[in-house]
């Protein structure tokens, strides 16, 4: 079982940055991909951004350029660092992580941007 942690929403201006954590914990082997998806009201949820262990990633092309994954390992933590935000940004940003075919979820931080 891995449990998540996700840390780092709230409000910001449209060109602000913020920076989400998401901490895995509880008993398993591996992690081998995390990430984040979001969900905005009445839209579908997208992937934004995800990194395996072996650190390759893969992003929304909604995001490149302005948002960088990271990870670290020993930390089983997930970063998701996002700079020039955009009111259309604003969503739900659930962390997620798959060990073992399995995919877990965060509870979700909301991040709210103004214009």
């Known amino acids: 079982q891995v449990h998540l942690v996700e840390s780092g929403g709230g409000l910001v201006q449209a060109g602000g940055s913020l920076r989400l954590s998401c901490a895995a914990s509880g008993s398993f082997f591996r992690i081998e991909t995390m990430g984040w998806y979001r969900q905005a009201p009445g839209k579908q949820r997208e992937l934004v951004a995800a990194?395996?262990?072996?650190?390759?990633?893969n992003y929304a092309d909604s995001v490149k350029g302005r948002f960088t994954i990271s990870r670290d390992n020993a930390k089983n933590t997930v970063y998701l660092q996002m700079n020039t935000l955009k009111p259309e940004d604003a969503a739900g940003y659930y962390c997620?992580?798959?060990?073992?075919?399995?995919?877990?979820w965060g509870q979700g931080t909301q991040v709210t941007v103004s214009s």
């Open positions: 997620f992580a798959r060990e073992r075919l399995r995919y877990y």
């Open positions: 990194i395996t262990s072996s650190s390759d990633t």
